[in-house]
């Protein structure tokens, strides 16, 4: 539904171009001079301004040159009789999007074809602004894990999707939180939206305010043009906030009103303009230690929270790593490279590193491989290969901290057991991820009572 501003010193004409924007599907507010539409600018949003040229006071080029500078989303369409078309032209030479001529009654088809000319053009211009503002950087494609863990996080993705609720996802950095947000919102109503991502972390004061908000012209130095903010570019689709956590108090106190009311203005702007975006959020940290302490609002994390979702690290989720290993090194465009497989000594070595920094470290690590391969290579991936590329010492699972009681038998027993329930039982993957020769583990695991017979 467009938002019309309609501008004409003649009542009936008001009335009767009302009635056909209204039977239109249109939302119309209506003034009688270029001023008092200026003013009812000020105040609202449109989507359209339609305004006779020919006025007392302030005439229809007036009203387009404040629209031009002032608010340059909004769309001027004029108004003007048979005798007039001349400048009409001189105007949308100005800056108007069309013209109509006055007929009373207005013929229908001609307005709901300008409509929707209109209408189309200002999707394809949204959908400009959101490629602009869309983040480069993806980890990957969507991969279907098989682990357990992951499976959870898929069915609770599938029964919360078709809402309109705040998402709160929560995990680890690098764990796929925005991985999980796309999901949602590629199974959501507002899937042919435009999905927008901000890191929250990454801007401060009024650069976030002026990235989500827009500003006007003049609101702040260098602000040199009015802009739209992720908002407006989302409208229709999902705007991910990641790490609200690092969003500042007078930010958090502005999103509130947004998530409350679904209001904003602009930063330096006085218009109220209305947010139609659902809005999914994520954190690393502890939201809720952060009230605590007082760098968080209680209110804003209930408003956000109304569904949680957590993303189990990597290492939960081991049996997904194959999957997701197979897949970057068919998405990772190395030039002139050919694309190549993993070996399952490779796999396991993959699959027993703890990983850190979880997926986004797996993406990095498995770049690192391709990058350092050479380019003529067809072969699968070696083990060799996956070690050299992972940070010094760290080829190891995790170990269990040994207590100061503990002796250097049961940390080592503990530690092996470990390791060999990570590999699932393989005792040939086992004892090379404990770089230990496989006659000297299956000796081990004699002497702890569990059998030393190949696996």
């Given at each position: 539904?467009?938002?019309?501003?309609?501008?004409?010193?003649?009542?009936?004409?008001?009335?009767?171009?009302?009635?056909?924007?209204?039977?239109?599907?249109?939302?119309?507010?209506?003034?009688?001079?270029?001023?008092?539409?200026?003013?009812?600018?000020?105040?609202?949003?449109?989507?359209?301004?339609?305004?006779?040229?020919?006025?007392?006071?302030?005439?229809?080029?007036?009203?387009?040159?404040?629209?031009?500078?002032?608010?340059?989303?909004?769309?001027?369409i004029v108004l003007t009789g048979h005798a007039d078309v001349k400048h009409a032209v001189e105007a949308i030479k100005s800056g108007a999007w069309d013209y109509l001529v006055k007929d009373i009654p207005f013929d229908t088809a001609q307005v709901a074809a300008a409509l929707t000319k209109l209408s189309t053009m200002r999707r394809l211009r949204q959908e400009n602004t959101a490629l602009r503002f869309e983040a480069a950087a993806r980890i990957g494609g969507h991969v279907e894990g098989k682990s357990a863990a992951w499976q959870s996080v898929l069915t609770m993705i599938r029964k919360i999707a078709p809402s309109q609720a705040p998402v709160l996802i929560q995990g680890e950095t690098g764990s796929g939180k925005e991985v999980v947000a796309r999901i949602l919102h590629s199974l959501s109503p507002r899937q042919a939206g435009p999905f927008l991502a901000v890191n929250c972390g990454a801007l401060h004061g009024h650069i976030l305010e002026s990235e989500l908000f827009g500003h006007e012209k003049g609101a702040f130095t260098g602000a040199s043009a009015t802009k739209w903010?992720?908002?407006?570019?989302?409208?229709?689709?999902?705007?991910?906030?990641?790490?609200?956590?690092?969003?500042?108090?007078?930010?958090?106190?502005?999103?509130?009103?947004?998530?409350?009311?679904?209001?904003?203005?602009?930063?330096?702007?006085?218009?109220?303009?209305?947010?139609?975006?659902?809005?999914?959020?994520?954190?690393?940290?502890?939201?809720?230690?952060?009230?605590?302490?007082?760098?968080?609002?209680?209110?804003?994390?209930?408003?956000?929270?109304?569904?949680?979702?957590?993303?189990?690290?990597?290492?939960?989720?081991?049996?997904d790593i194959p999957a997701l290993a197979g897949e970057f090194v068919h998405t990772i465009p190395i030039p002139g490279h050919p694309v190549r497989s993993f070996s399952p000594d490779a796999l396991a070595v993959l699959t027993g590193y703890a990983w850190p920094g979880n997926v986004r470290e797996l993406w990095n690590v498995v770049e690192r491989i391709l990058l350092l391969s050479s380019s003529r290579a067809t072969h699968p991936i070696a083990a060799e290969e996956v070690t050299a590329a992972l940070p010094p010492r760290s080829t190891k699972p995790d170990t269990p901290t040994a207590s100061a009681s503990e002796s250097l038998e049961d940390a080592e027993k503990a530690h092996i057991l470990l390791v060999l329930d990570h590999h699932h039982g393989n005792k040939t993957h086992t004892a090379k991820a404990l770089q230990i020769d496989y006659k000297t583990l299956l000796t081990k695991l004699k002497n702890y009572g569990l059998g030393g017979e190949p696996h």
């Open positions: 539904m467009m938002r019309i501003l309609v501008i004409d010193d003649e009542e009936f004409v008001r009335l009767a171009l009302a009635d056909t924007l209204k039977a239109s599907g249109c939302e119309v507010t209506t003034a009688a001079q270029g001023q008092a539409g200026i003013d009812r600018l000020r105040e609202q949003s449109f989507d359209c301004v339609i305004t006779d040229l020919r006025m007392p006071g302030k005439d229809g080029l007036e009203v387009l040159r404040w629209v031009h500078e002032h608010q340059p989303d909004v769309d001027v903010g992720l908002i407006a570019a989302a409208e229709g689709g999902t705007l991910f906030l990641d790490e609200i956590g690092d969003m500042s108090g007078p930010m958090q106190v502005s999103l509130l009103r947004v998530l409350d009311c679904g209001e904003y203005r602009q930063v330096g702007g006085t218009r109220t303009l209305h947010a139609n975006v659902r809005f999914l959020a994520a954190s690393n940290k502890d939201l809720q230690e952060l009230v605590l302490q007082g760098r968080f609002r209680d209110d804003l994390l209930y408003r956000i929270n109304t569904v949680p979702i957590r993303v189990p690290p990597l290492r939960d989720r081991r049996e």
